[in-house]
């Protein structure tokens, strides 16, 4: 079983639910130095999905893939040739781009990516299961937990708009299902976290779990664009745009989660209390 994204918010969690498991299962990195990070017990190869020919060592024997997309465009035909070349199966890490809900239909390139490493997935005939988290929780961490550790206002756009954070070892749990379930691969699961909240909302339990009150300041669209760094500029008119067709309706709250492990969804509150030490002054863990 090879995973793809073994560092990240969700593929990290998926190695440790594998390993604690007893599956054997093999880590993709683009720097060896990254292996310091996974555990002992997880054979960890190096590849980059730019260089489509260093994935074949990754892909030796093996028959199951979690494919996290990171790569620009230009090498998915190739790189899915290769998976096709070699696995039976593949489980993908996606987003809710056919979801019938404004926030997940505003123009977005990653979206149109991920439609375009599904559509070429599936014309490989290869068994494909698709997991489609909406707003992971832990944007909280990138967004909004350097002004909480300063004991600053968060300024932030269009606090009125409603999503339903999802943990992300809601989704690691949900992924690591998918690769070890028994029986023909398929399914198409969108997962979002228990209930709807406004991003102010969001803020407010952060301060809340801390015992003292976070400020919200409404920041302006144009504010916050001049705000962030120019490479960011696509990502930011993306979210912009989204949260702006969010406004005044609840955000798409699913049972996914609940219904591929049996357990409810974690709450945007509980992943709070859990990251708590994030939030704080002094050294902080980001996951």
Request: no cysteine; net charge negative.
């Amino acid at each position: 079983m090879l995973v793809t994204g073994a560092t990240g918010r969700v593929g990290r969690h998926v190695i440790d639910l594998l390993t604690d498991a007893g599956v054997p299962v093999r880590a993709l990195v683009r720097r060896s130095e990254s292996a310091a990070t996974l555990p002992a017990t997880v054979e960890v190869v190096t590849g980059d999905l730019t260089v489509p020919a260093s994935l074949d060592a990754a892909l030796h024997a093996v028959s199951t893939v979690l494919l996290v997309w990171t790569a620009p465009p230009q090498t998915a035909a190739a790189v899915v040739d290769r998976l096709a070349a070699h696995a039976q199966r593949i489980v993908h890490l996606s987003a809710p781009h056919r979801t019938p809900h404004p926030f997940f239909q505003q123009p977005n390139p990653m979206a149109a990516l991920h439609a375009e490493v599904e559509r070429l997935i599936t014309g490989t005939g290869l068994g494909l299961t698709v997991v489609r988290p909406g707003m992971f929780a832990s944007n909280a961490l990138l967004w909004w937990a350097a002004a909480i550790r300063a004991g600053s206002p968060v300024r932030w756009p269009y606090g009125a708009a409603e999503t339903a954070p999802v943990d992300d070892r809601d989704v690691a749990a949900v992924v690591a299902r998918t690769l070890t379930e028994e029986g023909p691969a398929g399914g198409d699961h969108v997962l979002t976290g228990p209930e709807s909240l406004s991003q102010a909302e969001q803020v407010g339990i952060i301060g809340d779990v801390l015992g003292r009150p976070v400020a919200f300041e409404e920041l302006s669209p144009d504010e916050f664009r001049r705000g962030a760094p120019q490479a960011a500029r696509p990502a930011v008119d993306m979210l912009l745009n989204a949260w702006k067709a969010a406004l005044g309706q609840p955000a798409y709250v699913t049972s996914g989660v609940a219904e591929i492990l049996g357990t409810p969804p974690r709450t945007f509150r509980q992943w709070v209390v859990d990251h708590a030490a994030a939030f704080t002054a002094g050294p902080h863990p980001t996951n």
